[in-house]
């Protein structure tokens, strides 16, 4: 059996589920196709806590934010879920990135401050600082649950068919605008492709496009138990100077920020050993939970280092951490958000839905060969 729609969406985590809404809102038929159960932990997008920031030192990704928290806001609109909370930011360290950071900030209008080391451990003082620290009010957290459930709602009261626990065997082009996506259940004819699925690119899409190379890991941050109210916490992150005794024993930084209910998040960035994604242990890597209870115990009074709920995640990096969104043929592709992505959701959502229906192409940054 051969099912005709105008644009298959293979992906029901957070990328695949903003196209799918992105395009029903544009009138197009579109069906949404998901391998795992709603709500699964298998992929990137689970979970109650994101950071969402406008904070970059380039004016590309400020403006892709910008563009992401007002399609949030009309998300919540739409759906009545409540993603996005503004909890206000702040990144701290020696490394010279802060300074890039302020000046790119600066460049674009986005507001911050710096503060001294005093000044931040008032506001904050489950976080210790021993360099000054840059301030970016509006940054905050997104719960991905809901984020996913209510993009997917909004997709299917605009007329698209979500369908879960339906893995795509394989894709197969039949010329410039026709393609096949088969199941194990039928096969769908289409006009275009969005393949959203992050850490099986590689093995879905291999010889189809031609993808960068794609480093899947296996990141494993932790949930610590706050001695600070959640409510207080800013979303935060920690730099140290390369070649440092800290940066080697702390894997360069960390970041973090509250999960109600849950505790403080705080993980180190892409530093996860690598893994297959259908072959995961979601067990975490002794060495790494250790060097991330003991940056808790040194810089986070407001946590209790030795109560901890560790979390499994992917993510799927790029050579360059710049995400791939792009078209070859019928085929769109989204992947190597590169543990950046998620506060850019409903944007690149957008992205996709251009590039699916012929339209402008995104920064050439974002291109398979940058």
Not at 4 to 25: C, E, I, T
Request: hydrophobic residues 40%; proline residues 7%; glycine residues 12%.
């Amino acid at each position: 059996m051969t099912d005709n729609v105008d644009v298959v969406v293979v992906g029901g985590g957070a990328m695949g589920s903003a196209a799918a809404w992105q395009l029903a809102r544009r009138g197009v038929g579109v069906t949404l196709l998901e391998r795992f159960a709603a709500g699964h932990a298998n992929g990137a997008s689970h979970g109650a806590s994101r950071i969402f920031r406008l904070s970059y030192p380039d004016a590309v990704h400020i403006r892709l934010a910008r563009e992401a928290e007002r399609l949030w806001r009309e998300l919540e609109h739409v759906t009545g879920a409540r993603l996005l909370t503004v909890t206000g930011g702040v990144d701290h360290g020696d490394h010279p990135y802060l300074r890039e950071l302020a000046d790119g900030l600066a460049a674009a209008g986005v507001p911050h401050r710096w503060l001294t080391p005093p000044e931040a451990a008032e506001r904050w003082p489950g976080i210790r600082f021993d360099t000054r620290a840059l301030f970016h009010p509006d940054s905050g957290r997104l719960h991905a649950d809901r984020a996913v459930a209510a993009l997917q709602d909004a997709a299917a009261a605009l007329g698209a068919t979500v369908r879960h626990s339906t893995p795509v065997t394989a894709i197969e082009v039949l010329g410039d605008d026709k393609v096949l996506v088969h199941t194990d259940g039928g096969t769908y004819s289409a006009r275009r492709v969005v393949a959203a699925v992050s850490a099986w690119a590689s093995k879905l899409l291999g010889g189809l496009v031609p993808l960068p190379p794609l480093r899947v890991t296996q990141e494993q941050p932790a949930h610590f138990a706050a001695r600070e109210p959640e409510a207080g916490w800013p979303s935060f992150g920690h730099r140290f100077a390369e070649g440092s005794a800290a940066a080697a024993e702390f894997y360069g930084g960390i970041y973090g920020l509250a999960t109600p209910g849950e505790g403080i998040k705080v993980g180190f960035h892409g530093v996860g050993p690598e893994a297959d994604p259908d072959h995961r242990d979601f067990t975490p890597e002794p060495g790494q939970l250790a060097a991330l209870r003991e940056y808790a115990r040194r810089w986070l009074p407001g946590v209790d280092p030795d109560e901890f709920a560790p979390i499994s995640c992917t993510y799927t990096t790029t050579p360059d951490a710049n995400f791939v969104l792009d078209r070859h043929g019928p085929v769109v592709v989204a992947t190597g958000f590169s543990g950046h992505g998620f506060k850019f959701v409903p944007a690149v959502g957008r992205v996709l839905a251009d590039l699916a229906l012929d339209g402008p192409r995104p920064d050439r940054r974002f291109a398979f060969a940058r």
